[in-house]
């Protein structure tokens, strides 16, 4: 038997607006969020924003996620697009529609230093608006800034969504 959420974008978006008002909320949210999935809470980043379609995610910078060039390190940034985008795409999908991330590419463009934001929106294919009857590959852009608005990394994050299995 499965142990699947048949609508886990229904369950985060619940979540998130069951927490979010709540002192320490959206800590208490992605603390949620990295239990579910546990290498993605261990970047340590902080969702601000969830809602359909959209997640935007705070990590600070702390010698926990550096290297040994005094920044934040390149794999934080790509577990940092990954987490973002995985909300911003779930929230947007239909119940039973499963999505799994099947490759990761990314751009660095600067240096990450400070706190940086991550940002995604995640347009549902229209493919699955009509009802999505055989898997299809689609791609979410993750946008990463820094404390300057500048673009620290871009990332695209191949997801593969199948239909409800019967």
Not at 50 to 55: K, Q
Not at 146 to 161: E, K, P
Request: aromatic letters at 6%.
């Amino acid at each position: 038997m499965s142990r699947a959420n048949p609508s886990p974008g229904a369950r985060l978006l619940a979540n998130w607006q069951r927490l979010r008002p709540l002192p320490f909320g959206p800590r208490l949210f992605s603390w949620v969020v990295g239990r579910t999935a546990p290498y993605t809470g261990s970047v340590g980043g902080v969702y601000t924003h969830v809602e359909p379609g959209y997640a935007r995610v705070e990590l600070a910078d702390r010698r926990a996620v550096r290297n040994h060039l005094a920044s934040i390190h390149a794999v934080a940034l790509v577990n940092l697009a990954e987490m973002t985008s995985g909300v911003a795409l779930m929230t947007a999908l239909p119940p039973r529609v499963r999505g799994i991330v099947t490759g990761l590419s990314i751009e660095y463009r600067k240096k990450a230093r400070g706190r940086l934001v991550c940002e995604t929106r995640a347009p549902v294919p229209e493919a699955v608006i009509r009802g999505l009857t055989e898997s299809l590959t689609h791609d979410v852009h993750a946008t990463i800034t820094d404390t300057s608005g500048d673009t620290v990394a871009v990332a695209t994050v191949h997801w593969r969504l199948s239909p409800p299995t019967s």
